[in-house]
């Protein structure tokens, strides 16, 4: 069974940083492509960008181009969403999702359960 | 980018009515690569459609989506009680992107 697991709610302050998580298991991580969606309180989706486990490829919305950094660690078949220096209007919750495919124009067929991110002074 | 418009915003039905969702795009979407999901409330959002008309793995025959280049629709006929949900459309072409979703509740 595919299943991803995410790491759980952070609380942090303005202008601190923060990495999270979300573990793979169920399939062969390095032949899919793993993304991040954030949902701000009460709105749509948005999609951030996504990370190819098998070489790192990495691909970002211009929207969140150089504001989050997404990264793996295929030993452990973890990715991972980080922020250097957070805003509040950072305060989401964040998903991760699999692409359905190798290839990376793909929809989403397996989501994780979200991480509640919350900046606050 | 392609911006993904949906409607409405709201869709107020009572149990066993068909809901149409609209969703409309600013430029064509390449090889109707259009998806919809489902999202109840405190969920993930689940995936539906793909395609523009695939159903995916799962997902029940009342579920059903259309169209092509910047028209698409997703329809349920005989809304069932957990049918009541969110629904976004997403291109996943080489910038993805969603839309801003449709909120199907009980009349």
């Known amino acids: 069974e595919v299943q991803l697991v995410q790491s759980g709610p952070e609380v942090r302050k303005p202008g601190e940083s923060l990495k999270i998580s979300c573990q793979g298991s169920?399939?062969?991580?390095?032949?899919?492509?793993i993304g991040w969606v954030r949902q701000m309180p009460g709105q749509g989706l948005e999609w951030m960008g996504i990370i190819f486990l098998g070489d790192s490829d990495t691909r970002y919305s211009p929207s969140f181009q150089g504001q989050v950094t997404i990264s793996a660690d295929t030993s452990i078949n973890t990715a991972y969403v980080q922020w250097s220096s957070l805003k509040a209007s950072d305060t989401a919750i964040y998903y991760c999702?699999?692409?359905?495919?190798?290839?990376?124009?793909?929809?989403?067929?397996?989501w994780g359960q979200g991480t509640l991110v919350t900046v606050s002074s | 980018e392609i911006v993904l418009t949906q409607s409405p915003g709201t869709l107020s039905l009572s149990p066993g009515e068909r809901a149409t969702l609209s969703c409309r795009a600013s430029?064509?979407?390449?090889?109707?690569?259009l998806a919809w999901y489902q999202q109840r409330p405190g969920q993930a959002p689940r995936l539906l459609i793909y395609?523009?008309?695939t159903r995916a793995t799962g997902i029940p025959d009342r579920f059903s989506g259309s169209g092509s280049g910047t028209d698409f629709t997703l329809t349920i006929n005989g809304l069932e009680p957990e049918d009541f949900a969110v629904y976004s459309c997403q291109q996943y072409g080489s910038s993805p992107t969603f839309g801003q979703g449709t909120k199907v509740e009980i009349k």
């Open positions: 395609g523009a008309s």
């Open positions: 999702a699999r692409l359905s495919g190798s290839y990376r124009l793909n929809p989403f067929d397996y």
């Open positions: 430029q064509s979407v390449r090889s109707s690569h």
């Open positions: 169920g399939y062969k991580f390095t032949n899919y492509w």
